[in-house]
């Protein structure tokens, strides 16, 4: 693996930057943007991926690192059923569920990929980056 010099180089935050940006896309329609707790909830699961993956890769250690990303992947997995709510609330179609679930499942099989990466490598040392 190349040595990465900052979080904006891995795939899945730019992957989760995506689907924050998507997230809030969607909140922004008319009567998504009123239902404040599942707007003000997705948004922060959403955003809550990226920065957990932004966190765990400035902890400076493999294992704290793992850490993080599996908290991002949860948050990955709060967005997926969020927006099954938003969908049975006619907030947004099939279409944009699909998209956004996606992108989930995208980001989580590039967490899951750096996560069997990390626990190869010696955990108790700091990251080479």
Known sequence: MTTLKNFEEL?????????AGYI??????????RDFGLRDQIQRAAGSIMHNIAEGFEAGYN?????????????AGEVQSELYLALD????????LKK???LT??????????I?????????KPKTS
């Open 11 to 19: 795939e899945s935050w730019k992957k989760a930057r995506e689907l």
């Open 100 to 102: 956004a679930y996606e």
């Open 105 to 114: 499942i995208e980001i989580k099989k590039l967490i899951n990929g750096l």
């Open 89 to 96: 609330a006619d907030y947004i179609n099939e279409d944009e």
């Open 116 to 124: 069997t990466y990390l626990n190869k490598t010696v955990t108790n």
């Open 24 to 33: 809030y896309a969607l909140t922004r329609k008319e009567k998504f943007s």
């Open 63 to 75: 294992a704290e690192f793992v850490r993080f990303l599996k908290m991002a992947r949860r948050s």
